[in-house]
């Protein structure tokens, strides 16, 4: 038989290499550098979840060295967490296994308070290093919109990074002057990669949102060392219902020029006692879990003119009677607050009005009706009923003498339901029986009643 030569053998394996390390590089490209179950690891198979713990352990290494405060903020793994669940991960688990951090999405977001971390722009360098993809979003100080002097600062809002398909969100949250915390909203500006992430599917940053602090744990999660919300559903359900409006600063400050602000000592005065009142009635109506929102003429001056009317006299806010609670009246009275009257039944126009050093509070509750919401008025000397029609609308947070509340969403569209197209004009004469323009006669009383339903203290 001929002998095969060397050179021959040689080459045939110099061949095979080449083939085999062309069929490897195949393999990385449409495997492991993107997300997909079919990774090879220490197993033979390493699926997406392990990509995607492999990704936020390499994050979670980042913050840890450059000193970034950030739990976890993640929806999707928070809704997979409870104190059972922990326990039982920690009595069975005793290595790394993905179970909380593996979602299935694509993102995995972190929060962190803005205030505990001071900004180092190296943080974002390292990550490139680290072979991340690194996006940061600015946005304008909403704190420092109220001022005249200042304004146009931008601060950071999120960082975004991904690698091998996968990314991490970081929202930073603010202190805001009502002890709450706030993160804007997620605007891409022109010259940016709008297929950078899939913006769609993040938790965060669809519009501004606002949070109570929330107090965290330190816990190991998946083999991960993370803090995270001691409570955990009181977290999911702020996140549910976290949309902010900020005031409508440059537009106050166009009225305040036509209609300048009474700068009186009553005036001054005024305005810390309804302050006071609204802080009140937020910490009584908080202690029934009772949600309520600033209406009428109150919604109208943060609307209008980010502040209170100093003419209106008193406080408005309105509350769902799906949420009314037998000792709303009660709660109130041991608050320090007097019964001024209670018009009404929960079934049909209940109203409440109470004083507090001599400024009314009138609490409007509001029925459902198809398209349409209404709250009731009732005149206490002839019986005669009135209901006044809003379309129907969401809430959202808002912020009103350094307190975070609750407004309509579609401000404009109930304000201008209550007092019509001319809302940003004062009108310092109003008929609460004709003036408004979604009032509506709405019968009497029966007389045999009255004693129960027009009841004035």
Not at 192 to 199: I, N, S, V, Y
Not at 315 to 336: L, N
């Amino acid at each position: 038989m001929p002998r095969v030569s060397r050179t021959v053998v040689l080459s045939l394996l110099v061949a095979s290499s080449c083939v085999f390390l062309l069929f490897q590089l195949y393999y990385y490209r449409k495997y492991v550098s993107k997300p997909g179950p079919y990774i090879l690891n220490q197993s033979g198979h390493l699926t997406s979840t392990d990509v995607q713990w492999q990704t936020v352990k390499k994050f979670l290494v980042l913050a840890q060295r450059f000193r970034l405060p950030v739990f976890l903020a993640d929806t999707a793994a928070l809704t997979l967490l409870s104190q059972d669940a922990l326990r039982q991960r920690d009595r069975l688990v005793h290595e790394p296994h993905c179970s909380f951090l593996c979602t299935g999405r694509p993102v995995t977001s972190f929060a962190l308070r803005a205030s505990q971390w001071k900004y180092d722009p190296g943080i974002l360098l390292a990550a490139e290093q680290k072979g991340f993809d690194v996006m940061e979003l600015r946005g304008e100080d909403p704190r420092l919109a109220g001022l005249d002097t200042l304004s146009g600062e931008e601060i950071p809002l999120f960082f975004l990074l991904h690698i091998h398909g996968y990314h991490i969100q970081v929202v930073f949250l603010y202190e805001r002057s009502g002890n709450y915390l706030w993160h804007g909203a997620l605007r891409l500006k022109s010259h940016m990669d709008l297929k950078f992430a899939p913006f769609k599917q993040l938790d965060y940053g669809r519009d501004p949102g606002a949070y109570d602090r929330p107090e965290l744990v330190l816990t190991v999660l998946d083999g991960l060392d993370i803090q995270i919300p001691r409570n955990i559903s009181h977290f999911l359900t702020q996140q549910q219902h976290a949309h902010f409006l900020d005031c409508h600063y440059r537009e106050a400050r166009n009225f305040l020029q036509l209609y300048p602000d009474d700068s009186s000592p009553e005036a001054v005065d005024f305005r810390r006692k309804v302050k006071s009142l609204l802080h009140l009635t937020s910490r009584t109506l908080a202690l029934l879990n009772i949600p309520f929102w600033i209406s009428s003429g109150t919604c109208l001056g943060w609307f209008r003119q980010c502040s209170i009317i100093s003419y209106s006299r008193d406080v408005d806010i309105g509350i769902f009677i799906a949420d009314f609670r037998s000792d709303i009246i009660t709660a109130f009275q041991e608050a320090g607050l007097l019964l001024k009257h209670k018009f009404g039944k929960v079934e049909d126009s209940l109203e409440l009005s109470f004083i507090s050093d001599g400024i009314k509070l009138d609490i409007f509750f509001f029925y459902e009706d198809g398209d349409v919401v209404w709250n009731g008025g009732t005149q206490a000397k002839s019986g005669r009923k009135f209901k006044y029609i809003f379309p129907r609308f969401s809430l959202c947070w808002a912020e009103l003498l350094e307190l975070k509340v609750r407004v309509p969403c579609e401000t404009l569209d109930y304000v201008m339901a209550n007092y019509g197209t001319s809302w940003s004009v004062p009108v310092r004469s109003w008929d609460w029986k004709s003036s408004p323009s979604n009032v509506q006669e709405n019968g009497m009383w029966p007389p045999a009643e009255w004693a129960e339903l027009i009841q004035v203290y």
